[in-house]
């Protein structure tokens, strides 16, 4: 069996699945999603009804702070979260339910139908195997092929995340290499049985610029050459606006809009997009003053009922503690907010939502005041 | 002004003093072997040759990637850290060469802000405490220090009724603020600002950096500003020094860096920068570096920067690249209107 041989055996769609071409056709169904985890305090509801569904070769792009459950959202989808969480709602890879399958069912799926790839690629490679037999490991969990073949499928890959020399690397350990080339590794893995999902959480979070570069290069020749569907999970904006079609902006455990990457970034209609977009600095024009959002997330152990956005939302009206507001469809029906006010939300900016704090002026005449005399 | 004038280069940039002069900065770190006798291997070359001005009421960008040596630049320019050679001049008097003594009158008008807000208060301490400090340290606290610090809290945003408590209580925003007014409780001339919003969310981000823009109005301080993020300089900062492996590659007034571009690794820098606007983003002309930084403890000869440089890669020939191998490019006037220590120097236009 030849290395090309690996990758198309028993596959359903076969190999030329995607290339990049969108299907319509949903490949990952999340729905009602929650996952709680018990403590001292009360039960921690870290995700609280996330919906999304990722149709076959699409981008979907998950953004926010830290804390909103991006992440925790993903975990509960590869059912890789501990024991003591409580998860329920519907996860299903091509109608398949994936909530509630046995670990060693969970086993045919993970790698080979949904790969992940984490944040940190130092904790994600084994440190005492070199990387040829960790990427051979993943082919070979999933197809009964030869070492040989499995190594020289390896190779391959390397090649495909563009890292030089592929096969010298193969006998390398993860401390021989840069923290981007490890990334490229877990890359080179998380493509090795030419999944139909990617999840990527994080993927460049802790390189610097110009390594950024080249990972989000080498993501997407992973993609092109896999034609699978990928969730990028990133608090990064500008990442987002490169690669995603959609984009789904989470709050406090809960999508509150979902739309094309022009819809969020060009006419949000969720304050906290607002929010979010008006708090970034930008490289692409003069300085501005930014408006950042007041306050901070909030805890979310024991939640009042509302909006849990509500606390810092200049737009707050009394209806926003009372009930909290659904995602429902805006005047497009693919773009989602969930936000009572979000139709008085057309054609603002950020500036006309959020003020820009000012610091308090009489507080800071006073100290100029005061510092003088005891200089 | 004992500092010899380095060339501004740019023109533009108003005829102000400069408050802070660093000259010919060098920092080496040793490199010892493992085992009983350590013996010094090497060194690793974290600061090289740095020279730059900071006028009075301006913001100076220091950018760069993790370990081009702009954390280091920050703390030598303070003196927390010893130089290998070369000066820091401050009102006139080279800060290198003072006793601690001395030193400890000129904290006053230098103090810092760091990064880590968890690790960089006291946890021990009520903030009260934290903030009055330096008042205390100098002797100043008895006079008024009280009512000085409840104002200071006032003025980071800080509500004063929440002064005794400790830090872990507040949040990660609201502990860089802490960090400032503690800075301020001197009433400093500069503050060195080390990568002050890169623990911070986004929406949190925007509300130290508004802060920290208002305080310099205000207040007159000049900033010494670091951090990785371009995006972030470029809205905070008057001037840029961009660094690659311990050198300063490039330097010039923020709109015109980021304009027009000179040397290659800016370019790099820039081009990487995802924007947060999908129709730009995917419009944009791409400039990659290939690999990763070369080891500091062995740079490259000539230009550093040759390793990864899309120009010597593809667009010089054998004679040109001779040159940047064997000569290490000075950081003047090329043309570009602004320093660029690059021998093949070009604008390029990427945003």
């Known amino acids: 069996m030849t290395a090309e041989d690996v990758l198309s055996d028993g596959r359903p769609e076969g190999t030329e699945s995607g290339r990049r071409s969108r299907s319509s ?8 999603l929650t996952v709680g985890f018990p403590s001292d305090d009360g039960l921690v509801q870290a995700v609280r009804g996330v919906d999304y569904t990722l149709r076959g070769g699409e981008v979907l792009g998950i953004v926010g702070e830290s804390g909103s459950g991006k992440s925790v959202t993903s975990l509960a989808v590869m059912g890789l979260l501990p024991r003591t969480a409580k998860v329920s709602g519907s996860v299903r890879f091509r109608g398949r339910e994936l909530i509630g399958m046995s670990d060693a069912e969970l086993n045919q799926v993970r790698g080979r139908d949904i790969s992940m790839i984490f944040q940190d690629p130092m904790t994600s490679l084994n440190p005492v195997y070199s990387v040829g037999y960790q990427i051979a490991e993943a082919v070979r969990a999933h197809h009964d092929v030869s070492k040989a073949a499995a190594l ?12 030089p020399n592929a096969k010298q690397r193969l006998s390398a350990y993860p401390h021989e290499l840069s923290g981007g080339m490890r990334q490229r590794v877990v890359i080179a893995i998380a493509m090795a049985n030419d999944p139909d999902v990617i999840i ?8 610097d610029v110009t390594v950024q570069a080249q990972i989000m290069d080498s993501l997407e020749a992973a993609q092109v050459e896999t034609g699978a569907a990928m969730v990028l999970i990133t608090h990064d904006l500008g990442v987002i606006a490169g690669q995603a079609d959609r984009v789904l902006v989470m709050y406090a455990g809960k999508p509150v809009e979902i739309g094309t990457a022009e819809d969020v970034f060009y006419t949000p209609r969720m304050p906290y997009t607002f929010g979010l977009l008006g708090s970034l600095p930008r490289l692409d024009r003069p300085s501005e003053r930014l408006t950042p959002i007041p306050g901070s997330p909030p805890s979310v152990v024991n939640m009042p009922p509302g909006c849990p956005f509500t606390p810092r939302c200049p737009l707050a009206v009394p209806l926003c503690d009372e009930r909290e507001p659904e995602l429902e469809p805006t005047t497009d029906a693919e773009h989602l907010a969930a936000c009572h006010r979000s139709d008085e939300l057309i054609g603002k900016t950020p500036g006309d939502v959020f003020v820009t704090e000012v610091a308090d002026a009489e507080a800071l005449a006073h100290f100029v005041e005061e510092s003088e005399e005891l200089a | 002004m004992s500092a010899p004038a380095v060339e501004k280069g740019d023109g533009s940039a108003p005829a102000r003093e400069p408050i802070l002069s660093a000259r010919n900065l060098v920092k080496h770190f040793p490199v010892r072997s493992s ?51 070369g000066e820091v001049f401050y009102g006139g008097r080279d800060v290198s060469a003072l006793s601690p003594k001395q030193m400890r009158t000129l904290r006053r008008d230098l103090q810092i802000v760091f990064q880590d807000p968890y690790a960089s208060l ?8 934290i903030v009055a400090e330096p008042l205390r340290i100098h002797d100043m606290f008895d006079k008024g220090g009280r009512e000085l610090v409840r104002d200071l809290l006032r003025t980071v945003g800080l509500k004063p009724e929440h002064g005794n408590r400790f830090p872990h209580e507040f949040s990660g925003g609201q502990r860089q603020r802490i960090g400032v007014a503690r800075a301020l409780a001197l009433r400093p001339k500069v503050l060195v600002l080390d990568e002050p919003v890169s623990a911070l969310d986004v ?37 840029i020094a961009v660094m690659y492996l311990g050198r300063i590659v490039e330097t010039g007034p923020a709109a015109a860096l ?6 290659p690794y800016t370019q790099a820098l820039i081009s990487a920068i995802p924007l947060p606007d999908p129709r730009k983003e995917r419009a944009r002309e791409r400039i990659t570096v290939v690999g990763d930084l070369p080891s500091p403890a062995d740079p490259p000869s000539g230009c550093r920067f040759r ?14 690249r001779k040159r940047c191998v064997e000569d290490n490019p000075q950081l003047v006037d090329r043309g570009q209107g602004h320093p660029v220590a690059c021998h093949y120097a070009e604008q390029k236009v990427l945003i």
């Open chain 2, 203 to 239: 929406s949190i981000q925007a509300g130290v950096l508004n802060l920290l823009d208002e305080l310099q109005t205000e207040l007159g301080l000049s900033y010494l500003f670091v951090s990785h993020d371009l995006s972030v300089v470029r809205h905070t900062a008057d001037r």
């Open chain 1, 152 to 163: 020289d499928r390896a190779t391959d890959l390397l090649d495909l995340v563009r890292i």
């Open chain 2, 307 to 320: 390793t990864r440089c899309p120009k010597f890669a593809a667009e010089l020939g054998e004679g040109e």
């Open chain 1, 25 to 32: 056709e949903a490949v990952l169904e999340v729905s009602d």
């Open chain 1, 200 to 207: 990527a959480d994080e993927p460049t979070t802790a390189l």
């Open chain 2, 122 to 129: 006291d946890p021990r301490m009520p903030v009260n405490e």
């Open chain 2, 35 to 85: 085992g009983l006798i350590r013996r010094q291997v090497g060194d690793i070359h974290a600061v090289c040759d740095v020279s730059f001005d900071l006028l009075e009421g301006e913001t100076l960008g220091l950018v760069g990637e993790s370990g081009c040596g702009k954390s280091t630049t920050a703390r030598l320019v303070l003196n927390l850290i010893k130089r290998t050679s």
């Open chain 2, 258 to 263: 980021f304009e027009r571009p000179g040397h």
